[in-house]
């Protein structure tokens, strides 16, 4: 069932924001709060500098071209229902071709949902990290994240990369938050950004299943029957998930599977 109403409005399963540092209702631990919130902002603000840098000026080059070359030659039915053997993201080539024919395609628009996915992830995913661990830690990831060169490459580089990867923490957070508390919206959000990760790029579907093979491994070595009781639960959302990865996916998998083995 989703229940979990009192379960879920008390954190994620883990130590509450900063349980791991401090005792929690002291001094300490406001203090400690602050701490991170000042240090998280000071790190996404320079974050964002680092990933804002000359971006105008960085002309389209390499595998970005993949879209534009199909979005030039074809229309929405064949972007929709093919892979291509250039290997473009099905719903960022949709995005392109809709802005190409309404507000007009530049470098800057092709960027804008890495860039926003990008300088997103700066924020929320160090937050979520720090319901599941300590404010050390999640302060530590923030910066560790905002000064990535990895992190800040894919955020402005016209690829899926870093949307898929802010949908996949996102997807994996919601089963964790779901396995630990309960709640529909939980399981709901996993199968939302799991699916939209996978349409984004396929190799984003292994971790996005992975929290079902954590689950199955737990319950296997678990005595407790809350957790068993989720068995139920666990296979409506992966049943969910693939109709929804069926559907997103279904139509080119059928009309050009064999792309996806030609590359």
């Given at each position: 069932?989703?229940?979990?109403?009192?379960?879920?409005?008390?954190?994620?399963?883990?130590?509450?924001?900063?349980g791991?540092?401090?005792?929690?209702?002291?001094?300490?631990?406001?203090?400690?709060?602050?701490?991170f919130?000042?240090?998280?902002a000071?790190?996404?603000?320079?974050?964002?500098?680092?990933?804002?840098?000359?971006?105008?000026?960085?002309?389209?080059?390499?595998?970005?071209?993949?879209?534009?070359?199909?979005?030039?030659?074809?229309?929405?039915?064949?972007?929709?229902?093919?892979?291509?053997?250039?290997?473009?993201c099905?719903?960022?080539?949709v995005?392109?071709?809709?802005?190409?024919?309404?507000?007009?395609?530049?470098?800057?628009?092709?960027?804008?949902?890495?860039?926003v996915?990008?300088l997103?992830?700066?924020?929320?995913?160090?937050?979520?990290?720090?319901r599941?661990?300590?404010?050390?830690?999640?302060?530590?990831?923030?910066?560790?994240?905002?000064?990535?060169?990895?992190?800040?490459?894919?955020?402005?580089?016209?690829?899926?990369y870093?949307?898929?990867?802010?949908?996949?923490?996102?997807?994996?957070?919601?089963?964790?938050?779901?396995?630990?508390?309960?709640?529909?919206?939980?399981?709901?959000?996993?199968?939302v950004?799991a699916?939209?990760?996978i349409?984004?790029h396929?190799?984003?579907?292994?971790?996005?299943?992975?929290?079902?093979?954590?689950?199955?491994?737990?319950?296997?070595?678990?005595?407790?029957?809350?957790?068993?009781?989720?068995?139920?639960?666990?296979?409506?959302?992966?049943?969910?998930?693939?109709?929804?990865?069926?559907?997103?996916?279904?139509?080119?998998?059928?009309?050009?599977?064999?792309?996806?083995?030609?590359?």
């Open positions: 069932g989703g229940g979990g109403g009192g379960a879920a409005a008390g954190g994620w399963g883990g130590p509450s924001v900063g791991g540092d401090f005792p929690p209702g002291g001094s300490g631990a406001f203090h400690g709060h602050v701490w919130f000042l240090g998280l000071v790190a996404v603000v320079l974050g964002a500098v680092l990933r804002l840098y000359q971006l105008p000026a960085q002309i389209i080059s390499d595998d970005e071209w993949h879209a534009l070359l199909i979005l030039l030659g074809h229309g929405y039915g064949y972007i929709l229902s093919h892979f291509g053997s250039c290997d473009y099905i719903p960022l080539t995005f392109y071709k809709l802005a190409s024919q309404t507000t007009g395609l530049g470098e800057i628009t092709m960027r804008l949902p890495m860039l996915a990008g997103l992830s700066l924020a929320v995913m160090p937050v979520i990290l720090s599941v661990s300590s404010l050390s830690v999640a302060g530590l990831f923030a910066w560790l994240l905002a000064l990535s060169p990895l992190h800040i490459y894919f955020s402005r580089y016209a690829r899926p870093m949307p898929g990867l802010f949908l996949t923490f996102l997807a994996c957070s919601c089963f964790h938050a779901w396995w630990q508390c309960g709640g529909r919206l939980y399981m709901a959000g996993h199968i950004c699916g939209l990760a349409y984004s396929l190799f984003f579907a292994p971790a996005c299943l992975a929290p079902y093979v954590f689950a199955a491994l737990q319950l296997l070595v678990s005595r407790e029957s809350r957790q068993k009781g989720r068995v139920v639960g666990a296979v409506v959302s992966a049943l969910l998930l693939a109709g929804l990865c069926l559907l997103f996916l279904g139509v080119p998998l059928m009309v050009d599977g064999g792309a996806l083995f030609s590359k």
